[in-house]
């Protein structure tokens, strides 16, 4: 595990939890959330006096609807979906961001298209995404846009984010795949892919986006994180430690503390993996205001929503939690 010197503590040495907090999430052995991974593998949440309980979800969205029916306190998804839920009047922020891309990718099966090479070339295909209204379908969407396609010149199923989306490809019930690494990174290493929309890098997501974009982030009811701030603080305080540490840490460091089962069989594929989406995530879990307004931006233009002032941006995220978190903890 480490020493207390690394900021780590063993179990004997660590706090009893006296917080509890239920987290929605989808894919969550991906790389998505390896952030909240290693803060519960390394004890920084126990360390923080908190106990986690996760609610998995095949999906962003179906992630979301448990928390809305009251099954999870918190949801650890796309920063989007703020803006879903600001729209239908709901107050909701986003207080930890975990990620500063949207660390998914799509690609076209190699069965289906040896020959494919654009994007056009998708028009009628059969794309799988984790779940509809979920970050791999809008991203996949934002791509379509992009080279002149609409969201209705494709079919979309639904297939998950789990390592069985690869047989849904091999099976030949989808033409193409929008999902997390390390599944994208194991089927292009394999050659059972090709990537033709890419955004795990920031270079990549800034020439789709126009910019940069918030990713993965830690949101619930705007009451919630004031009627519950000590859990709130202990939520960012762990994940914002598993921030700074993974900035230090070598390969080895990962895989001895990321359980096997995440590696999707091979571990140098899910090292290859972290390695290509290192910068991605985020580095303090902060929320930078100019990537939430580009954000929008690029959001309201595939949802058709109407304008929306600065200020009500603004409140859908709080820097409070995390400015506290990241004076406590350094690389």
Not at 30 to 41: G, I
Request: glycine share 8%; net charge positive; with cysteine.
């Amino acid at each position: 595990m480490g020493s207390l010197a690394s900021g780590v503590l063993s179990a004997a040495e660590a706090p009893r939890p006296h917080l509890r907090v239920s987290i929605a999430l989808a894919a969550r052995q991906s790389l998505y959330h390896l952030p909240l991974t290693l803060a519960e593998q390394l004890g920084f949440f126990r360390q923080a006096g908190l106990a986690v309980e996760w609610t998995s979800q095949e999906g962003g969205a179906k992630a979301l609807a448990s928390a809305l029916s009251g099954q999870a306190d918190v949801v650890a998804g796309a920063f989007e979906h703020l803006f879903g839920l600001q729209q239908k009047g709901m107050a909701y922020q986003g207080f930890v961001q975990m990620g500063r891309t949207p660390q998914v990718a799509l690609g076209v099966s190699t069965r289906k298209g040896a020959a494919m090479r654009s994007m056009m070339e998708l028009r009628g295909a059969r794309i799988g995404v984790s779940a509809m209204d979920s970050a791999t379908h809008w991203m996949t969407c934002q791509w379509l846009l992009q080279h002149g396609l609409l969201p209705e010149d494709v079919t979309f199923l639904e297939v998950g984010a789990s390592a069985n989306v690869a047989e849904a490809l091999r099976q030949g019930t989808i033409d193409a795949l929008c999902n997390p690494d390390p599944v994208m990174h194991a089927l292009e290493q394999k050659n059972e892919i090709r990537i033709l929309g890419d955004a795990r890098s920031r270079a990549a997501t800034r020439k789709v986006m126009t910019g940069d974009v918030p990713g993965a982030c830690l949101f619930a009811r705007t009451d919630y994180l004031e009627s519950q701030p000590e859990v709130a603080q202990a939520l960012s305080d762990g994940v914002i430690h598993a921030l700074k540490w993974m900035q230090t840490a070598g390969l080895t460091d990962i895989w001895k503390n990321v359980p096997a089962a995440h590696w999707l069989g091979d571990r140098a594929i899910y090292l290859g993996a972290f390695e290509k989406l290192r910068e991605s995530y985020a580095m303090d879990g902060l929320f930078d205001v100019q990537a939430v307004l580009n954000a929008w931006r690029a959001h309201a233009r595939l949802m058709g929503y109407g304008p929306m002032n600065r200020q009500a941006l603004i409140r859908l995220y709080t820097n409070h939690f995390a400015n506290k978190s990241k004076s406590r903890f350094v690389a």
